[in-house]
């Protein structure tokens, strides 16, 4: 298993990049940041714009991103952009002043929760979100303990990285952690990954209380993007999350991933599993490139929590970044962005299953709305992950104007997560991109 930070990074000590202006840009970043700053690809790229699902270098050259999900509704999306520029220009401040704009997001958002899922927090990304998620479960439940999947991750802070394994071995869990397996639906039959999953919680309750450690929660991304992209059976979740609230503990999604309306049918992830949970954790997507994240929670939990220890957060739910907020939530809804994550993304995982078919180093090829993974193996038989022609395709999509990333313990899966707005036209041109890859070796 190697980091996370790892796969699809570039390697100062076997590089082949020969353009000077690149070799310049990244002796600098290493001045700078350290020669330890991920970077992506064997040959980095250079952006200077972007629009929609296209970034574009510095000579102009236009790249299909078929990996951003942190443009949720595109890059410079034109109502984002007026929304910022409008709420820059008049008011920008935290969150201790009446906000009647903060108070009307906050609202929007919240319509898109099933009750019990009622009051907001707001932060500024992804990792605050999990932080805070894990504050309050401590609080409410009186308890350490924490369960997450063997290659999850949820953040990068002291707390957060103790339950994100897929940092790597120099960042250990925590002591009160423990891991359960991905459910793998390429690995397993279906009918069983209820039933494995929910074993693997029980065996992991058990083995805290036998260290004395009360469970406090079970942290689930519901599309398992790090550990591979499991999204099957819709509903596998819930004999799992069953065990974890019969031991006291609570159950949080960390919806940065799955979350607004990217697995298509649903706005959330959890929903796909017809599960209600006890804590909702935001970020990335949220602002569309605006830093802004956000936890949801019942009134009980966040009472037990905020009566006592408090919360403030200096640029969590800032003007600036609440218009950006709202703006998303607008695009969503008015470009009926579900649906078309539900069209397109139901399109292009037909048409890479359609490529499988032909080609028997892809092993799988799975995922919900625009989230999919293609699982590359040496030999379809046994199943064994190959890495290096992974890498290799991530590469060679890249020279030829299409960007995706990698995923799983074993850097063997392509990772494809592209903007919302992802055409038809644009999934074609990733798939005969991939086709002619493999069909050539070309690079």
């Given at each position: 298993m190697q980091s996370i930070l790892k796969i699809n990074a570039f390697d100062s000590n076997h590089s082949s990049v020969s353009d000077a202006s690149i070799l310049e840009l990244i002796k600098r970043r290493e001045r700078s940041f350290g020669a330890d700053a991920p970077l992506f690809y064997a040959n980095p790229l250079h952006v200077v714009r972007g629009q929609g699902v296209w970034l574009y270098d510095s000579d102009g050259r236009p790249f299909l991103d078929a990996y951003n999900n942190v443009p949720h509704v595109g890059h410079c999306n034109p109502d984002v952009v007026e929304a910022v520029a409008r709420q820059a220009a008049t008011l920008?401040?935290?969150?201790?002043?009446?906000?009647?704009?903060?108070?009307?997001?906050?609202?929007?958002?919240?319509?898109?929760?099933?009750?019990?899922?009622?009051?907001?927090?707001?932060?500024?990304?992804?990792?605050?979100?999990?932080?805070?998620?894990?504050?309050?479960?401590?609080?409410?439940?009186?308890?350490?303990?924490?369960?997450?999947?063997?290659?999850?991750?949820?953040?990068?802070?002291?707390?957060?990285?103790?339950?994100?394994?897929?940092?790597?071995?120099?960042?250990?869990?925590?002591?009160?952690?423990?891991?359960?397996?991905?459910?793998?639906?390429?690995?397993?039959?279906?009918?069983?990954?209820?039933?494995?999953?929910?074993?693997?919680?029980?065996?992991?309750?058990?083995?805290?209380?036998?260290?004395?450690?009360?469970?406090?929660?079970?942290?689930?991304?519901?599309?398992?993007?790090?550990?591979?992209?499991?999204?099957?059976?819709?509903?596998?979740?819930?004999?799992?999350?069953?065990?974890?609230?019969?031991?006291?503990?609570?159950?949080?999604?960390?919806?940065?991933?799955?979350?607004?309306?990217?697995?298509?049918?649903?706005?959330?992830?959890?929903?796909?599993?017809?599960?209600?949970?006890?804590?909702?954790?935001?970020?990335?997507?949220?602002?569309?490139?605006?830093?802004?994240?956000?936890?949801?929670?019942?009134?009980?939990?966040?009472?037990?929590?905020?009566?006592?220890?408090?919360?403030?957060n200096t640029f969590g739910g800032n003007g600036v970044s609440c218009a950006a907020g709202h703006a998303v939530l607008n695009v969503l809804r008015r470009d009926n962005l579900l649906q078309n994550a539900t069209d397109v993304g139901g399109y292009l995982k037909r048409q890479l299953q359609a490529v499988a078919g032909v080609h028997e180093c892809i092993g799988d090829v799975r995922g919900a709305g625009l989230y999919l993974s293609v699982e590359f193996v040496t030999q379809r038989d046994t199943r064994e992950p190959d890495a290096p022609k992974a890498a290799a395709v991530i590469n060679a999509l890249r020279n030829r104007g299409v960007l995706v990333g990698g995923t799983g313990a074993h850097a063997n899966m392509l990772k494809i997560r592209p903007p919302l707005v992802f055409s038809r036209e644009n999934a074609d041109l990733l798939v005969l991109a991939l086709d002619d890859i493999l069909r050539t070796g070309g690079e």
């Open positions: 920008n401040t935290h969150t201790r002043y009446l906000s009647e704009q903060s108070y009307a997001y906050a609202e929007q958002l919240l319509e898109t929760f099933p009750a019990p899922l009622s009051k907001l927090s707001l932060t500024c990304t992804g990792t605050e979100s999990v932080d805070l998620a894990m504050r309050m479960a401590y609080k409410y439940t009186g308890g350490t303990g924490f369960i997450v999947t063997r290659f999850a991750y949820h953040g990068n802070s002291v707390a957060v990285s103790s339950i994100s394994p897929s940092v790597g071995l120099a960042v250990p869990v925590g002591r009160d952690v423990r891991l359960v397996a991905a459910p793998d639906s390429y690995r397993h039959p279906q009918p069983s990954i209820a039933g494995r999953l929910a074993e693997q919680v029980s065996a992991a309750i058990d083995d805290l209380e036998q260290h004395g450690v009360k469970l406090a929660a079970m942290i689930i991304d519901s599309i398992f993007s790090s550990d591979g992209v499991y999204t099957d059976p819709p509903g596998f979740l819930q004999s799992a999350a069953a065990r974890v609230r019969m031991a006291g503990g609570l159950v949080i999604a960390d919806e940065v991933q799955p979350g607004f309306g990217r697995t298509g049918t649903h706005m959330w992830g959890f929903q796909r599993h017809a599960l209600i949970p006890d804590i909702v954790v935001m970020g990335k997507p949220m602002g569309n490139g605006i830093p802004i994240g956000g936890v949801v929670t019942t009134p009980e939990i966040l009472k037990a929590f905020a009566g006592s220890a408090g919360y403030f």
